[in-house]
Nanobody, 126 residues
Framework: QVQLVESGGGLVQAGGSLRLSCAAS????????MGWFRQAPGKEREFVGA???????YYADSVKGRFTIFRDNAKNTVYLQMNSLKPEDTAIYSC????????????????????WGQGTQVTVSS
C-alpha cells in the first residue's frame, strides 16, 4: 500500500519561509514523478509544482521564483521549500505521486496523479 506523509506545515508570518516534506513508501522512488497541490478554504485544489523522475521542475505561475521543489531519492522524500510567503499561500498542502515511469502530459492536472497524501496545513499571517 502506497503511503505519502507530509510534514513541516505550520504558522508563519508573511515574508517568512517553510519547508514541507513528503515521505513516500514507494519502492524505486526515483521512478515516480511527484507533485505538490494546495487547497484553500472554499477553493478548488490547485497545482503548486512538480518534479519529474529526472528532477525536471514545474511550477505554477503564482509560486514561481518563491517556491522550489527538490527530491532526495535516497530518503524517498520530496520537499517543497517555500520562501517569501504571502497570506494567499494559506492552504492545506498535499503531495501526490504519478504512476511509476509515467512521463509527459500535464503535470498540473490532478488526474495525472495516482497517489495522494493527507496534507499539512500552512497558515501565513499578515
Amino acid at each position: 500500500q502506497v503511503q505519502l506523509v507530509e510534514s513541516g506545515g505550520g504558522l508563519v508570518q508573511a515574508g517568512g519561509s517553510l519547508r514541507l516534506s513528503c515521505a513516500a513508501s514507494l519502492r524505486t522512488f526515483s521512478n515516480y514523478p511527484m507533485g505538490w497541490f494546495r487547497q484553500a478554504p472554499g477553493k478548488e485544489r490547485e497545482f503548486v509544482g512538480a518534479i519529474s523522475g529526472r528532477s525536471i521542475e514545474y511550477y505554477a505561475d503564482s509560486v514561481k521564483g518563491r517556491f522550489t521543489i527538490f527530491r532526495d531519492n535516497a530518503k524517498n522524500t520530496v520537499y517543497l521549500q517555500m520562501n517569501s510567503l504571502k497570506p494567499e499561500d494559506t492552504a492545506i498542502y498535499s503531495c501526490a505521486a504519478r504512476r511509476q515511469y509515467s512521463s509527459g502530459g500535464d503535470y498540473s492536472s490532478r488526474s495525472m496523479y495516482a497517489y495522494w497524501g493527507q496534507g499539512t496545513q500552512v497558515t501565513v499571517s499578515s
